[in-house]
């Protein structure tokens, strides 16, 4: 079982930073593929960012409306994967949620079993 909780959410402006951390529990991230989704109002969940690793081999991925402006890392020492969220626009409001488990299709959220409970960000115009 992999428990997660996401945090770093807030209110911007448009133009500015936020950084959300997922934070997970009960076993590391090893082998997993990390997954950042998010939900805005009335839209279905959408693929964000997703970082793989395998045989010691890690990957990022990111969705192309925010390629080139958010960034996803891991801390292996805290057991943690961040996504650093620069030039932020008003589209980009909406609950982000973490997802992890050993998905092959890494952009698919029926890929992930393990799920956090999100945190809302919030850009302003």
């Known amino acids: 079982q992999v428990q997660l909780v996401e945090s770093g959410g807030g209110l911007v402006q448009a133009g500015g930073s936020l950084r959300l951390s997922c934070a997970a529990s009960?076993?590391?991230?090893?082998?997993?593929?990390v997954g950042w989704f998010r939900q805005a109002p009335g839209k279905e969940r959408e693929f964000v960012a997703a970082?793989?690793?395998?045989?010691?081999?890690?990957?990022?991925y990111y969705a192309d409306s925010v390629k080139g402006r958010f960034t996803i890392s891991r801390d292996n020492a805290k057991n943690t994967v961040y996504l650093q969220m620069n030039s932020l626009k008003p589209e980009d409001t909406a609950v982000y949620y973490c997802?992890?488990?050993?998905?092959?299709?890494?952009?698919?959220?029926?890929?992930?079993?393990?799920w956090g409970r999100g945190t809302q960000v919030t850009v302003s115009s």
């Open positions: 997802a992890a488990d050993r998905a092959s299709r890494y952009y698919s959220p029926d890929e992930y079993n393990y």
């Open positions: 009960g076993r590391t991230f090893s082998n997993y593929a």
């Open positions: 970082i793989t690793w395998t045989w010691n081999v890690i990957s990022s």
